[in-house]
């Protein structure tokens, strides 16, 4: 099993520029999450997928869309790119929600708006 | 909402030494997790916690629910533990919130 995969790796955008971000798993999780991690701060929820055409916002949603067509892909867009955007992204999976639910992570996108 | 807090920020030690990184958190809980951030950037779960201890090689973590409070230990520490040591809690409706890491450096 190849886990959770993210593409690309790297990426520089320009202000105003869009892209998508893509994630793929192949353990049949239905709970998909997208975080973003700034330099000195905790990984912070943008949107979750509780399963194939249901999403929902986290804690920081604004400039982003998902969408969940079936259960191993969850891609983020980026529509209008901005330097705040500049972080790393994790895309995650777990089988389950909840405390006792580990989560599977992809390697991460780093992202640079310039 | 949940708030952690990681202690220390940063941490170097010498190949060999005991490592204590703490956790701490505002609001009760029942599991807590501790996950591991790879210099090249991947992140992987090292533990889910619900109580008292748990053992995995040379790494311990432990779990004082009363007190909102969770410990991961080193034992033997080796350059390869150099990391990021994340803990998350459950914010009691619909996502973890993540502490800000604590960078270990272990030199040899």
């Known amino acids: 099993n190849a886990g959770v995969t993210q593409t690309p790796k790297f990426r520089i955008l320009k202000i105003g520029q869009s892209m998508t971000l893509q994630c793929t798993q192949d353990m049949n999780h239905n709970y998909m999450y997208w975080y973003r991690q700034d330099p000195g701060m905790g990984l912070k929820l943008i949107y979750y997928?509780?399963?194939?055409?249901?999403?929902d916002k986290g804690e920081v949603p604004n400039g982003y869309n998902v969408s969940r067509s079936t259960t191993e892909d969850f891609p983020l867009r980026l529509e209008l790119a901005a330097p705040s955007q500049t972080s790393v992204y994790f895309c995650?999976?777990?089988?389950?929600?909840?405390?006792?639910?580990?989560?599977?992570f992809g390697p991460g996108t780093r992202l640079t708006v310039l | 909402k949940n708030e952690v807090e990681q202690s220390p920020q940063n941490l170097t030690a010498q190949e060999g030494e005991f490592i204590t990184i703490n956790c701490s958190y505002s609001?009760?809980?029942?599991?807590l997790h501790w996950l591991q951030q790879h210099p090249g950037g991947g992140i992987v779960s090292l533990f889910m916690?619900?109580?008292g201890k748990k053992k995995h090689g040379r790494l311990i973590a432990t779990i004082n629910i009363q007190e909102k409070h969770s410990s991961l230990h080193i034992t033997a520490s080796h350059p390869r533990d150099s990391a990021v040591y994340i803990c998350?809690?459950?914010?009691?409706?619909?996502?973890?919130?993540f502490g800000k890491g604590t960078k270990l450096t272990v030199n040899p």
């Open positions: 995650a999976s777990s089988l389950a929600q909840g405390e006792y639910n580990e989560q599977f």
């Open positions: 609001v009760g809980i029942s599991a």
């Open positions: 916690l619900s109580s």
């Open positions: 997928s509780v399963g194939a055409g249901i999403t």
């Open positions: 998350a809690v459950w914010d009691g409706s619909e996502k973890l919130v």
